[in-house]
């Protein structure tokens, strides 16, 4: 079975997704192919200053500004490599120790020296790192969010998944806070298509959230803190 996900390298619960996504492809004889869908492009419209807080613009920025290098490597170097970047961008933004929740902090994981040691780590060029500022790759990421929202609907954000592309169902999420077992990652996954392979289901959704269980928000997975407003709090990137 194949299977894509939509991804934006700066939102932290489309990594917990495709950790997930990855182990249950290994229990489920899964095939995934990573597509792009930018927080920044998604709310364009938006006026940032009135609803979030100041770090966003600058986080969902840097997100873009990572996704036109990951377009320019998967035309120039295939998909295999692109698997291989998307798996980096998570490890160096959410498997590390938490940066400030600035402005600056969230500007620098879109410069240059931040993706060249992602690059790096993705066994792939340097030189790579001069496509953060080329415009031209926009439309190859706007395309791919448009593509996404027009399987969902618009009133969603990331991740989105489509089981049997081109044709197959869509769906947002699932969102997840912790990463599951082997077993447990395969039993969600038949969960999750079970559902949405019903055609009448539209949703299913609780608000009360715990913090992802990653070292980049200082939680690790032994340490579980439900928080009731965590949906609609600073740290709300998924939408």
């Known amino acids: 079975m194949?299977?894509?996900?939509?991804?934006d390298p700066v939102c932290p619960f489309c990594w917990m997704t495709s950790k997930w996504l990855r182990l249950a492809a290994t229990q489920r004889d899964l095939a995934i192919e990573?597509?792009?869908?930018s927080l920044r492009l998604l709310n364009?419209?938006?006026d940032y200053d009135a609803r979030f807080p100041p770090e966003y613009e600058a986080g969902h920025t840097a997100g873009l500004r990572m996704l036109r290098v990951a377009a320019r490597v998967r035309k120039e170097h295939g998909t295999e490599a692109l698997d291989r970047l998307q798996d980096a961008f998570g490890q160096h933004v959410f498997e590390q120790e938490p940066v400030p929740d600035t402005a600056d902090a969230r500007e620098r994981q879109g410069s240059e020296a931040f993706v060249a040691a992602v690059l790096a780590t993705a066994g792939l060029p340097a030189a790579l790192t001069e496509t953060l500022e080329d415009t031209v790759w926009d439309g190859v990421v706007q395309a791919e969010t448009d593509e996404?929202?027009?399987l969902t609907g618009r009133d969603v954000g990331t991740p989105i998944i489509q089981v049997d592309p081109p044709d197959g169902l869509a769906f947002f999420g699932p969102v997840i806070s912790r990463m599951p077992t082997e077993e447990q990652a395969g039993e969600l996954w038949d969960h999750a298509v079970g559902l949405a392979r019903f055609p009448g289901f539209a949703e299913l959704?609780?608000?009360?959230?715990?913090?992802?269980?990653?070292?980049?928000?200082?939680?690790s997975t032994d340490q579980v803190g439900v928080t009731?407003?965590?949906h609609g709090g600073r740290r709300r990137q998924h939408r």
């Open 2 to 7: 194949d299977v894509r996900l939509w991804f």
């Open 34 to 37: 990573w597509r792009f869908i």
């Open 44 to 46: 364009a419209g938006v």
């Open 148 to 150: 996404a929202l027009a």
């Open 205 to 219: 959704k609780r608000s009360l959230r715990e913090q992802p269980q990653l070292p980049s928000f200082g939680v």
């Open 228 to 230: 009731e407003d965590w």
